[in-house]
């Protein structure tokens, strides 16, 4: 195979990143290497709950080694000892009156080198008083439950917030004349993104200069350097944060981690850049988790099977500080898009919000603001809705789905769909399936006790955070910016807000100026991840870069267009009028010959060509992009699986993925992004579970323990394409990075209930492990989250 | 404790204290940031280099176990010929995304190609099960090694993708 020539514009071309990570010369936070350099290391707790009586530094003060000993009393005379969440909350940076979960951050130890640093925190004492422990979200809401956060003046129970969306009346009325009422707990435990690289900074404060340079692999560079700003009193200008290569956030890497604020204060206590890392078992315990919501969802139907309405209650578990990383205005996150991808009139639902000693987070791993969450529910409750009334999952889905002719479409909680045709995706990937053929293989393997199952999940997202008036992160608006600069010669650099964690964005970023200017993509130079070179803008999560910063991109490679055009037009002698795009010129109306190409008006700009008054020259333009909506991919997903009920072993057979993300920039990255999406739902479906014991130990803190897909769990996966444009997006993109992380879980459990039907199971909660899978066919099915 | 180890051909003496582990020494001690770290307990696998052509977890092998061998890492595949097919073909089928498993997922693919030169797609999974991907699902990890074996001569490779 020889390296394809690249499009002038959107399709199929190999990365640019890839030159050198496949050399190993990435530059990710750890290689970072700065002159005298120390290395800080966290004390974490090791009770889920415990008052603090003392902690004794002396020993490691004393290490030859250790440059620095920080404790909570050290950061409390610096105001820094608590700081603020993306939630509105405050969360401990380094515990000064009790530690509220496993792995909490108590001491941090600057160091010469990263051995001396933990060989010093064996040198730390702490005289711990524990506590009785919340480690479960029904717990945290019993009368009498210990109160974690006693630090918040007044407070006497675990309670954070309540937060409902929907018509309670109309879907109680809804409800009171159906034929067909279904309900279902669904949990969705907790799980964790990790990402191979963990969470860690260089923080390098100069004090000649008193400028902050701060490496870190955040997936917000801008949104952290205002933080750091606001929180530490440190001049905003006087603030770099450099997000280098990062080995994979999935969400992981938005919030502020208390390591990152030692980090900054052992700098400037040492003079010294100070390097911190965490090792496996603190990313697993300490940093941002997933789900962990308790759902219990109702479906009211017809007797032929037509969805009236739906109705959700939900615990959610959020540790115990809320910081969660989304939309301030929206404490659950999008979880009210719950209605998903059906037509029915009403809906409503609730979620509580809790306290428990355990992790802070819940918004990560690729959830797209809590709509895994959603989908999951929803499409556990139409599965369980079809087996009621005998009704093929399928064909109850084709009953339901909206139909073309109804976009845009307002649900019943508010949420205004901006394209869609879902039921030829669906029929898609029934299509590529054989969807018909296998429900016969079905019938026919049952036949002779062998147990596969086909499951179906549809899903709509809604993405790319978003309008500024709705949505803004502790009162930052979610507006992305973007900068063009053209040379001479008509190459150009490319800067955007939003930062790669693998997505190829130096990629597809210079697709979307080559698409709108017609030159080459390797033309385009792409700047990211570094707040002193880009303009300003919230980061790459919740599959936004390419629908807000992607937007800004196309729109900033317009606007250079237009300038392009008065230069044209000047070389030409004629009016602007007059002219006619296509891609990579300009050409008179009427004779084609005549023309000017992009590097030819490019060098025009820069040079003594009179230009009309009021033209200032070059051709350099910036934007701000004001994302109108959200946009919404969707797509229809099947999953064939296998069981083997003497072991309760699931082997998922195939997947099929048909997705509609509208046109895609480059196909190759898209397909890339939605296989390990699917990888991810195996894990969540199969695998991955953060447990904790009834002292809150967690139980999954490390690889050993915190089963990951290996290449063995995943299929070779099936995938199709639709294409929707979205109306309002600039290029009509929608995004993909998390459809398939949000899409596929429900198809796999739903799969292996199909397969378990014999059995008379119609529930298990995820992961389903063998002894899950085998216990539900027992009929004694695990609570698999706690090891109670 | 004083040690010698050849790196991608090359002759290192150092002094290193006897607990330093491989990756250390490879990524503190010599630069060689290529090879990474991420879990401490041999699962992950992004830091597999090889040492004396088989893949080794250098997370687990402490640098003085290195001592008179021939470690091979990332920066060592390429050649004065141009890429190795392996690189070639993560970059041809798209193997790669984040590129922090990269390093090891390639030099495991080399040594299962070395010893087996047309690997089926089942040889290839179990071959790099011990290799985790966050990113990629497999699948165009799959793809690449297969890429690479179909293109195993230099001569051709250097007609092959140019990165």
């Given at each position: 195979?020889?390296?394809?020539?690249?499009?002038?514009?959107?399709?199929?071309?190999?990365?640019?990143?890839?030159?050198?990570?496949?050399?190993?010369?990435?530059?990710?936070?750890?290689?970072?290497?700065?002159?005298?350099?120390?290395?800080?290391?966290?004390?974490?707790?090791?009770?889920?709950?415990?008052?603090?009586?003392?902690?004794?530094?002396?020993?490691?003060?004393?290490?030859?080694?250790?440059?620095?000993?920080?404790?909570?009393?050290?950061?409390?005379?610096?105001?820094?000892?608590?700081?603020?969440?993306?939630?509105?909350?405050?969360?401990?940076?380094?515990?000064?009156?009790?530690?509220?979960?496993?792995?909490?951050?108590?001491?941090?130890?600057?160091?010469?080198?990263?051995?001396?640093?933990?060989?010093?925190?064996?040198?730390?004492?702490?005289?711990?008083?524990?506590?009785?422990?919340?480690?479960?979200?029904?717990?945290?809401?019993?009368?009498?439950?210990?109160?974690?956060?006693?630090?918040?003046?007044?407070?006497?129970d675990n309670h954070i917030y309540d937060w409902e969306a929907g018509d309670h009346a109309a879907t109680d009325a809804a409800f009171a004349n159906a034929a067909v009422v279904v309900s279902e707990d669904v949990l969705y435990p907790r799980s964790h993104p990790a990402p191979l690289e963990t969470c860690g900074a260089v923080a390098d404060f100069n004090k000649a200069t008193g400028k902050l340079t701060m490496w870190c692999n955040t997936q917000a560079p801008h949104a952290h350097r205002t933080v750091y700003a606001l929180v530490a009193g440190l001049p905003e200008q006087k603030i770099q944060v450099i997000s280098p290569d990062i080995g994979g956030g999935f969400g992981n890497k938005v919030p502020i981690y208390p390591g990152y604020v030692c980090a900054v204060v052992g700098s400037i206590v040492t003079g010294k850049p100070v390097k911190w890392m965490e090792d496996r078992s603190e990313n697993l315990i300490s940093t941002g988790f997933a789900r962990d919501y308790h759902m219990h969802g109702e479906i009211a139907a017809t007797a032929d099977g037509k969805i009236l309405g739906v109705k959700v209650d939900v615990l959610a578990d959020h540790g115990a500080f809320n910081s969660v990383a989304q939309p301030s205005k929206f404490p659950a996150g999008f979880f009210h898009i719950f209605t998903g991808s059906y037509d029915y009139p009403a809906a409503h639902c609730k979620v509580t919000a809790v306290y428990t000693n355990k992790a802070p987070g819940g918004v990560a791993y690729a959830c797209s603001f809590r709509i895994t969450e959603a989908v999951y529910l929803i499409e556990r409750l139409v599965d369980v809705l079809a087996r009621k009334l005998g009704m093929d999952p399928a064909e109850l889905r084709l009953k339901n789905l909206l139909t073309p002719e109804q976009f845009p479409y307002t649900t019943p909680t508010g949420w205004e769909y901006d394209s869609g045709n879902y039921p030829r995706a669906l029929n898609l990937a029934m299509e590529i399936a054989g969807y018909q053929q296998l429900r016969q293989e079905q019938a026919e393997k049952r036949s002779r006790g062998e147990y596969m199952g086909i499951g179906i999940s549809f899903f709509t997202e809604g993405v790319g955070a978003g309008p500024r008036k709705h949505m803004d992160i502790l009162g930052l608006g979610m507006a992305d910016g973007a900068e063009l600069r053209i040379h001479p010669t008509g190459k150009g650099v490319l800067r955007v807000s939003c930062q790669s964690q693998g997505q190829g964005h130096e990629t597809t970023f210079a697709q979307i100026v080559a698409e709108e200017l017609g030159i080459p993509p390797t033309d385009i130079e792409v700047?990211?991840?570094?707040?002193?070179?880009?303009?300003?803008?919230?980061?790459?999560?919740?599959?936004?870069?390419?629908?807000?910063?992607?937007?800004?991109?196309?729109?900033?490679?317009?606007?250079?267009?237009?300038?392009?055009?008065?230069?044209?037009?000047?070389?030409?002698?004629?009016?602007?009028?007059?002219?006619?795009?296509?891609?990579?010129?300009?050409?008179?109306?009427?004779?084609?010959?005549?023309?000017?190409?992009?590097?030819?008006?490019?060098?025009?700009?820069?040079?003594?060509?009179?230009?009309?008054?009021?033209?200032?020259?070059?051709?350099?333009?910036?934007?701000?992009?004001?994302?109108?909506?959200?946009?919404?991919?969707?797509?229809?997903?099947?999953?064939?699986?296998?069981?083997?009920?003497?072991?309760?072993?699931?082997?998922?057979?195939?997947?099929?993925?048909?997705?509609?993300?509208?046109?895609?920039?480059?196909?190759?990255?898209?397909?890339?992004?939605?296989?390990?999406?699917?990888?991810?739902?195996?894990?969540?479906?199969?695998?991955?579970?953060?447990?904790?014991?009834?002292?809150?130990?967690?139980?999954?803190?490390?690889?050993?323990?915190?089963?990951?897909?290996?290449?063995?769990?995943?299929?070779?996966?099936?995938?199709?394409?639709?294409?929707?444009?979205?109306?309002?997006?600039?290029?009509?993109?929608?995004?993909?990075?998390?459809?398939?992380?949000?899409?596929?879980?429900?198809?796999?459990?739903?799969?292996?209930?199909?397969?378990?039907?014999?059995?008379?199971?119609?529930?298990?909660?995820?992961?389903?492990?063998?002894?899950?899978?085998?216990?539900?066919?027992?009929?004694?099915?695990?609570?698999?989250?706690?090891?109670? | 404790m004083q040690i010698t180890v050849g790196v991608n051909g090359e002759s290192y003496t150092r002094d290193v204290e006897d607990r330093l582990l491989l990756v250390h020494f490879l990524r503190d001690t010599l630069g060689l940031t290529g090879t990474h770290w991420g879990c401490d307990t041999s699962n992950c696998g992004v830091c597999t280099v090889q040492v004396d052509g088989k893949p080794v977890k250098s997370c687990t092998m402490l640098a003085v176990m290195a001592d008179g061998r021939e470690v091979k890492t990332v920066e060592g595949l390429e050649t004065a010929a141009g890429l190795d097919p392996v690189q070639q073909g993560f970059m041809a089928c798209h193997g790669l995304q984040c590129g922090f498993c990269t390093p090891g997922m390639m030099l495991t693919a080399r040594a299962l190609l070395d010893r087996n030169p047309n690997p089926t797609e089942q040889e290839i999974r179990v071959a790099i099960s011990g290799n985790l991907c966050r990113c990629t699902g497999y699948e165009n990890i799959v793809q690449s090694v297969r890429w690479a074996a179909e293109h195993p001569a230099s001569a051709e490779a250097s007609e092959g993708v140019s990165a």
């Open positions: 195979m020889t390296q394809t020539e690249a499009p002038i514009g959107f399709g199929r071309m190999h990365r640019v990143e890839d030159a050198r990570f496949l050399r190993g010369r990435g530059n990710y936070v750890d290689d970072v290497q700065l002159p005298g350099m120390l290395h800080g290391a966290v004390l974490r707790s090791p009770f889920a709950h415990a008052r603090i009586v003392s902690i004794d530094t002396s020993a490691a003060e004393a290490h030859p080694k250790v440059k620095a000993v920080i404790t909570g009393q050290v950061l409390a005379t610096l105001n820094l000892a608590w700081m603020p969440t993306m939630s509105y909350d405050t969360q401990a940076v380094l515990a000064t009156d009790k530690v509220r979960f496993q792995g909490q951050e108590v001491a941090f130890v600057v160091a010469e080198d990263r051995y001396a640093a933990r060989d010093a925190l064996e040198l730390i004492e702490v005289d711990y008083e524990p506590l009785d422990v919340v480690a479960d979200a029904t717990q945290a809401m019993a009368a009498g439950a210990p109160v974690i956060r006693d630090d918040k003046e007044g407070k006497t700047v990211h991840g570094d707040t002193d070179q880009t303009p300003f803008g919230l980061g790459t999560y919740g599959s936004r870069s390419t629908p807000v910063s992607g937007g800004a991109a196309a729109l900033v490679a317009r606007k250079v267009r237009e300038r392009a055009k008065i230069v044209a037009a000047a070389m030409l002698e004629v009016s602007t009028e007059d002219l006619e795009w296509e891609k990579g010129r300009f050409y008179v109306r009427g004779d084609q010959e005549k023309a000017k190409t992009i590097q030819e008006i490019a060098l025009a700009a820069h040079s003594s060509l009179e230009l009309p008054e009021g033209v200032e020259g070059h051709l350099d333009a910036t934007t701000v992009y004001n994302p109108p909506n959200l946009t919404y991919p969707f797509g229809a997903y099947i999953c064939v699986a296998d069981v083997d009920p003497g072991t309760g072993v699931v082997k998922v057979r195939r997947f099929i993925a048909v997705d509609d993300c509208g046109p895609r920039i480059n196909p190759m990255i898209v397909e890339g992004q939605i296989h390990g999406g699917l990888a991810d739902g195996i894990g969540m479906a199969l695998m991955q579970v953060m447990a904790f014991d009834p002292q809150g130990n967690h139980l999954g803190s490390s690889f050993m323990d915190y089963l990951l897909p290996t290449s063995l769990e995943c299929p070779a996966f099936e995938l199709g394409e639709t294409v929707t444009p979205s109306p309002h997006h600039p290029i009509g993109a929608k995004g993909v990075g998390e459809s398939a992380t949000v899409g596929s879980p429900p198809a796999v459990v739903n799969a292996v209930i199909d397969a378990l039907a014999p059995f008379n199971v119609g529930h298990l909660d995820m992961p389903l492990t063998p002894a899950n899978v085998w216990s539900a066919i027992q009929g004694r099915p695990l609570r698999t989250d706690l090891a109670l | -």
